[in-house]
C-alpha cells in the first residue's frame, strides 16, 4: 500500500508546552525531558552517562554522588513513609554504583498548616532509616509554601559515598550470555501505596519494600572476593517505572537484547491480585528496597547463593539472559512457550476501564 | 495461585492446542470483539500457539479507542472549566482529542481525576456541592450498568451538581456491520464474556440464525480463549453455527438482568458515531429524557463539531478486521502510543498498541521452547 506523504503530523501532540504528569513516570516521556531539557542544559559528561548516581575521582578515590527528591502520597504507608523512603531512596542509588553510602543532606519543602508531630514523627525515621544504613544526615535545608502549594512534605536528599576499589559498575558493560538476577519480589512497593490512596482503597496486606540495599551489594561483591569483581555488570534498583524500565535502559545501552523467563520472576500473589484487577501489569510497578543485578554467567551461581543468605536476597532469583539478538529490546518468554516484548512505557500505568 | 494460575496452566494449553490442531482440515478466519481478549491473546502469544489455517483478526471492542474525536473534544472542553471536577476511568485520560488529550487539561490547570467507578464520582459530588462533578460515561454494555446506578442515585439523593457525559457503544450492531460488510472475512466469532454477562446472549442467537456464523461466549484468561477458539473451530469444521457458552461461570443466556432493567430505566438506544468506523445506527446509548438533568452535554451546551481523522490511518480496516495493524504504513513510524494516529493505537487494548507493544519484531511470532 503506497503511504500518503504529508510533513506535519496530523495530530502533533507530542509536542507539549506544559509538564504533564507522565514526565515524571521514569518512562519514555521523563527520558525525553532529560534529553531535551536537562542534557542539553548541563552539558556535563559525567551526567551524560544516566547512571543512578555521578561517579568521579578526587585525590585518587572514587566517589559517588547523587540526589533524589520524594513526593508520596499518603505520607505514610504500610512499610514505611516519606522519610525512611528519602534515606533508601538516595543510599540505594549510592549502593547501585557499588558505593557504601558516607553523608546525607536532607532538605524539605514543607506545606503551610503541617502538623508538627508529623513532621516529628518524619525526622525520627529518616534518623533511624540513615542509622540503620549505617550512613549520617549531615547537612540540611528547610522552605515552607503556602497552604495549597505543597502537598505536606517534599524531602529532597543527597549522598555521598565511596565507591569500592575494583568496582566499575556501567550499563554498558551488560554482554551476551550475562544473567539477570532479582534479589526478590516485585512491585510490593507501588501496590502498597496504590492501595492506600484516595479513591482505590482496597483491602490488602501488601506491605513496602522500602529498604537500604548497600549490606546486600556489599555481601555481592564479597561473595566475588578473590575473583573479578568485573563479574558483576552492572546494578540498577527498579524505582518507578518498575523492572521493565530498569532492563530497557540497560539493554539500550549495552546495546544488547535482554531475554526474561515470565515463570521465574517473583511477584507475591496479592501483588499480582492487586495488579490484575487493576490492569496493571507488576514489570512496571515500582520497588524501593529490590535491585537487579546484570552478572557474568560463571559468577552468577556465586552472586545468587550470596544474596539468598542475606536477610535482603532471602526471594533472590535468576530471571533472564542477556542475548545478542533484538539489540535495545527486552522480551519475556511466557508460560506458553510464546515470546512477547516488555516495552518502555510513555508514561504512567494507567488503570483501564474493564 | 487462586483463581489466576487455574487458567494459565501451560499443560492445558498444549491439550487444548494439540485438540485444535487435530480437528482443523482448512483454514478460518475468526474474530475476538473485545479489546481486553486482544491484550490477552497478544500479551501470551496464544495466537502464535494455534495452527497456521487458525487466523485470528481482531475487533472493534476497545471501547477507549472507538470514542470519537468529537466527544473527546467535548470532553476537553467541560473539563478546562473552572467550577467542574471532571471524573474519569484512568485510560481516557490519555486519548487525544482534535487538539489535546486530558491529561493536558490537567496540566494547565483543569480538576481532572482518575476514578475506578462512577459512585466515586458521586461521592464527589456530595462532598462537593459548590462544583459540578461530571464523570465521563465510557464503555460498552458492561460499564453502562454501573453508570446508569449513578445517575439513578444522583436523582434519588436530589444532587443537582452531578452529570455524565455519555458515550457509551453497543457490540451487536458492530457485529451486524461487519457482517453486512462486502468485504467481511470473518467467520466465527468469539463473544465478548463481560458484555454477556450483563446481556445474556440472546441478541447474538438472532445474529448466528440471520448470518449463518457461529458465536462462542468467551472470558478473558489464556485459556478461556483456547477453549473458545476450540469451540469455534469444532462448530466451523462440523458446520454448526450455534451460540455456546465457555465463560459459564460467568454468563448465563439471560445475563443479569436486575443490571439491565437499571441500565434500561436510564438510557435508550441511539445512532452512535465509532471512532475509526463511522456512525453505526442505533449502536449506543444515551440519557433518557426525564434524566436529562444529569446529561453534561445539554448542561455545559458544548457544541456540536466534527473532526476529520487523518486519512493515512486505516484504522477503519483493521477494527473491521480486514487489514492487520502491521498492513498500515505508518504503523510503528508515524503512528505510535506516545503519537497515536487512529483509534487503535490509542488505548492499550486496541489491536495497534497491542500488536506494538508485544509484537514489533517479525521473529517474536516464532514459538520459542
Same mark, same amino acid.
Given at each position: 500500500m503506497a503511504a500518503t506523504l504529508s510533513l506535519s503530523c496530523p495530530i502533533p501532540l507530542q509536542v507539549t508546552d506544559r509538564i504533564l504528569l507522565g514526565h515524571g513516570s521514569g518512562g519514555k516521556l521523563s527520558a525525553a525531558l532529560l534529553d531535551d531539557i536537562f542534557l542539553r542544559a548541563f552539558r556535563s559528561p559525567v551526567l551524560a552517562r544516566l547512571d543512578d548516581q555521578a561517579v568521579f575521582e578526587i585525590g585518587g578515590t572514587r566517589l559517588a554522588f547523587t540526589t533524589d527528591t520524594f513526593v508520596v502520597k499518603p505520607l505514610f504507608f504500610r512499610g514505611g513513609d516519606i522519610g525512611s523512603l528519602a534515606v533508601h531512596g538516595t543510599v540505594n542509588d549510592l549502593a547501585m554504583g557499588g558505593a557504601e553510602p558516607l553523608y546525607l543532606s536532607a532538605g524539605f519543602i514543607l506545606e503551610e498548616g503541617l502538623d508538627m508531630d508529623v513532621l516529628r514523627r518524619i525526622a525520627a525515621s529518616m534518623a533511624h532509616a540513615a542509622q540503620v544504613a549505617g550512613t549520617e544526615i549531615v547537612t540540611g535545608d528547610t522552605k515552607v509554601v503556602e497552604k495549597g502549594c505543597g502537598d505536606g512534605a517534599f524531602i529532597n536528599t543527597t549522598g555521598i559515598g565511596i565507591v569500592r576499589p575494583g568496582v566499575r559498575l556501567s550499563a554498558a558493560n551488560a554482554l551476551p550470555g550475562d544473567r539477570v538476577i532479582v534479589s526478590g519480589t516485585l512491585g510490593d512497593h507501588g501496590m502498597a501505596i496504590l492501595s492506600e490512596r484516595?479513591? $482505590?482503597g482496597f483491602d490488602t496486606s501488601i506491605v513496602s519494600d522500602s529498604a537500604p540495599l548497600n549490606s546486600l551489594v556489599g555481601t555481592m561483591l564479597d561473595a566475588l572476593a578473590g575473583s573479578s569483581l568485573h563479574a558483576i555488570r552492572c546494578m540498577r534498583?527498579?524505582?518507578?517505572?518498575g523492572l521493565a524500565s530498569s532492563l530497557n535502559e540497560i539493554a539500550a545501552c549495552a546495546r544488547v537484547g535482554i531475554e526474561l523467563v515470565e515463570t521465574s520472576i517473583p511477584i507475591r500473589e496479592e501483588v499480582r491480585g492487586a495488579c490484575e484487577m487493576l490492569g496493571l501489569d507488576p514489570l512496571y510497578v515500582a520497588n524501593e528496597g529490590k535491585l537487579v543485578a546484570i552478572v557474568a554467567p560463571e559468577a552468577a551461581d556465586a552472586v545468587l547463593a550470596a544474596m539468598r543468605e542475606h536477610p535482603l536476597g532471602l526471594?533472590?532469583? $535468576? $530471571?533472564g539472559t542477556v542475548g545478542a539478538k533484538h539489540p535495545g529490546l527486552v522480551t519475556a518468554r511466557t508460560a506458553f512457550g510464546t515470546s512477547r516484548i516488555v516495552d518502555m512505557l510513555s508514561g504512567d500505568q494507567l488503570p483501564r476501564i474493564c | 495461585m487462586k483463581f489466576l494460575d487455574e487458567y494459565r496452566d501451560p499443560k492445558l494449553a498444549e491439550t487444548l492446542v494439540a485438540d485444535i490442531r487435530r480437528r482443523v482440515t482448512r483454514p478460518w478466519v475468526l474474530m475476538e470483539i473485545c479489546g481486553g481478549q486482544t491484550h490477552t491473546l497478544m500479551r501470551y502469544g496464544i495466537d502464535n500457539l494455534l495452527p497456521p489455517q487458525v487466523e485470528l483478526v481482531h475487533g472493534p471492542g476497545c471501547p477507549v479507542c472507538v470514542t470519537p474525536l468529537e466527544i473527546l473534544d467535548k470532553a476537553v472542553e467541560i473539563a478546562s472549566r473552572p467550577e467542574v471536577i471532571f471524573v474519569s476511568y484512568g485510560d481516557m485520560l490519555r486519548v487525544p482529542g482534535s487538539t489535546r488529550d486530558l491529561l493536558q487539561v490537567k496540566a494547565a490547570g483543569g480538576d481532572v481525576r482518575i476514578a475506578y467507578s462512577p459512585m466515586e464520582a458521586v461521592d464527589l459530588a456530595r462532598k462537593n456541592p459548590d462544583r459540578k462533578v461530571v464523570f465521563f460515561a465510557v464503555g460498552f454494555e458492561t460499564t453502562a450498568p454501573a453508570n446508569a446506578m449513578a445517575v439513578w442515585q444522583a436523582r434519588r439523593e436530589g444532587l443537582t451538581n452531578f452529570s455524565i457525559l455519555v458515550s457509551h457503544v453497543l457490540v451487536p450492531p458492530a457485529i451486524r456491520l461487519l457482517l453486512e460488510s462486502p468485504a467481511n472475512r470473518v467467520q466465527g466469532f468469539i463473544a465478548p464474556g463481560h458484555v454477556c454477562s450483563v446481556m445474556g446472549y440472546s441478541e447474538y442467537e438472532e445474529l448466528a440464525r440471520q448470518y449463518d456464523v457461529p458465536f462462542v461466549v468467551t472470558g478473558f484468561e489464556p485459556l478461556d480463549l483456547l477453549q473458545g477458539i476450540q469451540m469455534l473451530v469444532a462448530q466451523l469444521e462440523e458446520g454448526r453455527t450455534d451460540v455456546e457458552n465457555q465463560y459459564a461461570r460467568s454468563v448465563t443466556r439471560e445475563g443479569n438482568e436486575p443490571a439491565r432493567l437499571r441500565m434500561m430505566d436510564v438510557f435508550e438506544v441511539t445512532d452512535r458515531k465509532w471512532r475509526g468506523i463511522g456512525e453505526i445506527s442505533q449502536s449506543g446509548y444515551r440519557l433518557r429524557e426525564e434524566y436529562a438533568a444529569f446529561d453534561a452535554e445539554k448542561l455545559f451546551g458544548v457544541s456540536n463539531t466534527h473532526a476529520d481523522e487523518p486519512p493515512e490511518c486505516i484504522a477503519a480496516l483493521v477494527l473491521q478486521g480486514i487489514r492487520k495493524p502491521v498492513d498500515c504504513p505508518v504503523f510503528g513510524n508515524r503512528c505510535t502510543p506516545e503519537k497515536p494516529m487512529g483509534a487503535p493505537m490509542?488505548?492499550?487494548?486496541?489491536a495497534c498498541a497491542a500488536y506494538y507493544r508485544y509484537r514489533r519484531h517479525d521473529d517474536l511470532v516464532m514459538v520459542q521452547r
Open positions: 484516595e479513591g $482505590i534498583d527498579p524505582t518507578r517505572g526471594d533472590a532469583q $535468576i $530471571i | 490509542v488505548s492499550s487494548e486496541g
